[in-house]
């Protein structure tokens, strides 16, 4: 085979293992099951055209779109590959190596290897009996350490804890602890439950909010994020942005998403009714999940491992080391996947070794109830 043609078949052998925009299997890391919008397609098309220009120095046009829509001025904003990409950053540039960093556990599995890439001294606060962050805990672990690190919606649990108490945490600690405030999934919270960011910040100057465009806005493989912060630290973000930095791609898709919002709309209240027909036809089988504000549902650990019960479903979910599993909202096939898997589970034969079966899984007392309990985790079953 001639060079030419050994590159040839290696980059069909690439792009035939891309991941494909559609699969109903892939549940495993919240991305968005959809491929992107039209309009967003097209912009891409257009920029590949011109792919063998730089973009811009520095990405000021995408920052002044971003500012735009987040209802803040530019000096607020920085840019980075994704907000894991600016994550880091943070840790890099406003943390030194053996200072402390607070994180709720578990958490998005990110902050643990972004502290450890940065020197940083972890302090694990666990989670409370029912899913949500602690944050008097919290606070208090702050009190002697440079960052703390609130994901809101939580991941993995899909938790929301409310604006009043985020509000108290970040009153509570010292001006001079960065609190990171992780909105990656802030779009599948009702509009009446987000954050005042713009006034936040302007409040106070040692937040950082994070977003993202990898998840309701299903742009994962572009890598952009962003930062909201008061113009001192959204200054020094900025001031490490690396030239060449962001594809002009990222900036057509961004524009693109802005004014297709409508249609986005759509996509994004789509998910959030299959989140809520997921969760309705689990707490009908008598299985409990933590009250999802993301786009996943998280089923805590009840016995045997969850994996157990997906492992030859074929699905890809994400799977815990104390037997619990958060699964990414997909299309209704993906959704009768999972309640398929968990119903094999739950008619397997009745001389089925005991203790094999999640306590939640052979439990069908139907319905949990209404109310604040129904929103919490039952007490982990001992067998
Ligand atoms: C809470 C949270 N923050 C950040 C990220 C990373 O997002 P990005 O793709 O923008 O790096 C994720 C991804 O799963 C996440 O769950």
Excluded at 181 to 202: N, S, T, W
Excluded at 263 to 268: A, K, P
Excluded at 321 to 348: C, F, H, K, W, Y
Excluded at 358 to 378: D, I, L, M, S, Y
Aim: aromatic letters at 6%; charged letters at 15%.
């Amino acid at each position: 085979m001639t060079s030419a043609a050994q590159a040839d078949s290696g980059t069909t052998q690439l792009c035939s293992a891309l991941p494909p925009a559609v699969d109903p299997y892939a549940l495993s890391l919240n991305e968005n099951p959809l491929p992107p919008l039209p309009a967003v397609r097209a912009a891409l098309v257009d920029f590949i055209g011109a792919a063998n220009r730089y973009p811009e120095f520095l990405p000021t046009r995408l920052r002044r779109l971003v500012a735009e829509h987040a209802g803040v001025s530019e000096e607020n904003v920085a840019l980075g590959p994704g907000a894991s990409g600016l994550a880091m950053r943070v840790l890099q540039t406003a943390a030194a190596p053996g200072e402390r960093i607070v994180l709720s556990k578990p958490t998005f599995e990110g902050y643990p290897a972004f502290a450890q890439m940065a020197g940083l001294t972890a302090v694990d606060v666990p989670l409370d009996g029912y899913g949500h962050l602690d944050l008097t805990a919290m606070a208090r672990a702050a009190r002697d350490a440079r960052v703390v690190v609130l994901c809101r919606p939580h991941n993995p649990t899909g938790t929301l804890e409310s604006v009043a108490d985020v509000e108290r945490l970040v009153a509570d600690v010292p001006a001079d602890t960065i609190v990171l405030l992780d909105e990656a999934y802030i779009e599948f919270v009702a509009p009446h439950q987000r954050i005042d960011v713009p006034r936040l910040i302007a409040r106070f100057p040692n937040v950082i909010v994070l977003r993202t465009f990898s998840k309701a806005y299903g742009l994962a493989g572009l890598r952009i994020g962003y930062a909201l912060a008061a113009p001192e630290l959204a200054g020094l973000l900025w001031s490490m942005q690396l030239p060449f930095g962001i594809s002009a791609g990222c900036t057509v898709a961004v524009a693109a998403s802005y004014q297709a919002g409508a249609q986005l709309e759509q996509r994004i209240a789509h998910i959030v009714a299959e989140r809520g027909y997921l969760r309705a036809r689990l707490r009908a089988s008598g299985v409990y999940t933590t009250d999802s504000h993301a786009n996943f549902v998280y089923l805590p650990a009840m016995g045997r491992p969850w994996s157990e019960v997906f492992a030859d479903s074929g699905l890809r979910v994400r799977n815990y080391p104390d037997g619990a599993v958060r699964i990414t909202i997909g299309s209704r096939g993906s959704t009768q996947m999972v309640l398929s898997a968990i119903e094999r589970t739950l008619n397997a034969p009745a001389d089925a070794p005991r203790g094999q079966i999640p306590p939640a899984v052979h439990n069908r007392r139907g319905p949990q109830p209404v109310g604040p309990a129904a929103t919490r985790w039952p007490a982990p079953d001992p067998g």
